[in-house]
């Protein structure tokens, strides 16, 4: 069976991916350098699957690293792209750091793939290029807005570095997929969202307030151009878009893709807003959710979600799961969580 170099493999989506991935027979390499991430993630794949994916801690920034790791495992079909900073906040303050750790990561791979015979490469790119679109929901031929921070920049200026790369390279192709907002776990409750300090995402501030970690989910704003004035995104079960990506893998493996480069978007197709997403929460987990409306927050936009037909029709892939099923994945792995982390 194909092995497939999952960059990022422990961190949240890589961790899933890699899940999925082994579930239909892959063999999986990891390559994280813990920077977000805990090398326990690796038991609970191993649980889930029963295979242990081999695992190398490497900064895919460091060039020769990547060099012996791709000579070590000679003969990798594909690589799945994860590895990146993703704190909109953290690249607005520390806007180098993320070029870097984004950038050069990707042109590394690239660069490393022709040498090591690599021919096919899935990058994990975000909504965050659309801005906020002028037409919803969003197809992926809209245009790409400036970007609103330099952790988006990186998803725009790596798009055009695969674009550039790929078509001076004869014979390697790759699958650039958007995603929307992914949230939930596995159904185990053994891998899911593991963030750092305090987050900034919505689903995790909402389970760590649920759980009571945190005293109060604040909204930010009540005054958008939508129906109850929260905006609104795309709200996709981390295990959806982890299928995405083996069969985007797949595609690539068996010579379907129809041009040298494929993008996707990848969502359910559903707007919910912040106030709609705490009270399906507080329906499906009987759980309270404290919150009280703040300001808006610098640099969100209104309104976003994604027209997934292109994905639908070429990939025959289509998110399946509920926001119900995927609110109750969320809380079931921060319970998890909760007794792990309980003194004994
Ligand atoms: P994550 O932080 O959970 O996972 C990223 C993993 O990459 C972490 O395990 C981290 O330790 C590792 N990593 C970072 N830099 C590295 C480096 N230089 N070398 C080796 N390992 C490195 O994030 P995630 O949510 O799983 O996101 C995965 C990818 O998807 C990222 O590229 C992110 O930008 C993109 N993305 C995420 C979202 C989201 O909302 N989670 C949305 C759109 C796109
Ligand atoms: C969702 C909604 C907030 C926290 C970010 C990145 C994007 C992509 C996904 C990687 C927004 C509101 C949030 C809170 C709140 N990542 N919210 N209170 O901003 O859509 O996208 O993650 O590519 O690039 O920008 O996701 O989860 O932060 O916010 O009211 O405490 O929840 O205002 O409307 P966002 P999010």
Not at 96 to 109: A, D, K, Q
Not at 196 to 212: E, K, S
Not at 237 to 262: N, Q
Request: charged share 20%.
């Amino acid at each position: 069976m194909a092995k497939i170099l999952v960059t990022g493999g422990t961190g949240y989506i890589g961790s899933h991916t890699a899940v999925e991935l082994i579930n239909k027979g892959y063999e999986v390499v990891i390559v994280d350098n813990l920077s977000n991430s805990n090398i326990d993630v690796l038991n609970g794949i191993e649980k889930i699957t029963g295979v242990r994916p081999a695992f190398e801690n490497i900064d895919c920034v460091d060039y020769v690293s990547m060099d012996r790791m791709f000579e070590k495992y000679n003969d990798i079909d594909a690589i799945i792209h994860f590895a990146a900073f993703k704190a909109v906040g953290e690249s607005v303050e520390k806007p180098l750091l993320y070029y870097r750790n984004n950038l050069v990561s990707l042109i590394n791979l690239l660069q490393l793939m022709p040498m090591h015979k690599v021919n096919n490469i899935v990058f994990s790119s975000s909504c965050t290029v659309y801005g906020q679109p002028d037409i919803l929901p969003v197809v992926e031929s809209a245009p790409i807005k400036p970007a609103a921070s330099p952790y988006g920049n990186t998803k725009q200026i790596g798009e055009e570095i695969i674009h550039d790369t790929i078509y001076a390279n004869q014979g390697y192709q790759s699958i650039i997929l958007r995603y929307f907002n992914p949230i939930g776990a596995h159904a185990s409750a053994e891998i899911g969202e593991l963030p750092n300090g305090v987050p900034n995402n919505l689903l995790p501030f909402v389970t760590q307030t649920a759980i009571g970690l945190r005293k109060q989910l604040s909204v930010f704003g009540n005054d958008y151009n939508t129906p109850d004035g929260s905006c609104i995104r795309d709200y996709i079960h981390v295990v959806d878009l982890a299928k995405a990506h083996v069969i985007a893998v797949e595609r690539m493996l068996k010579k379907l893709t129809k041009s040298r480069i494929e993008t996707f978007n990848l969502g359910t197709g559903i707007g919910l807003s912040v106030l709609e997403i705490i009270d399906t929460f507080e329906k499906v987990t009987g759980v309270k959710v404290p919150h009280k409306i703040v300001g808006r927050r610098d640099g969100d936009i209104e309104k976003v979600w994604a027209d997934p037909t292109y994905a639908n029709d070429v990939l025959g892939w289509v998110a399946t799961e509920s926001v119900e099923e995927t609110l109750r994945s969320a809380w079931a792995w921060e319970q998890n969580l909760a007794q792990r982390t309980k003194p004994e």
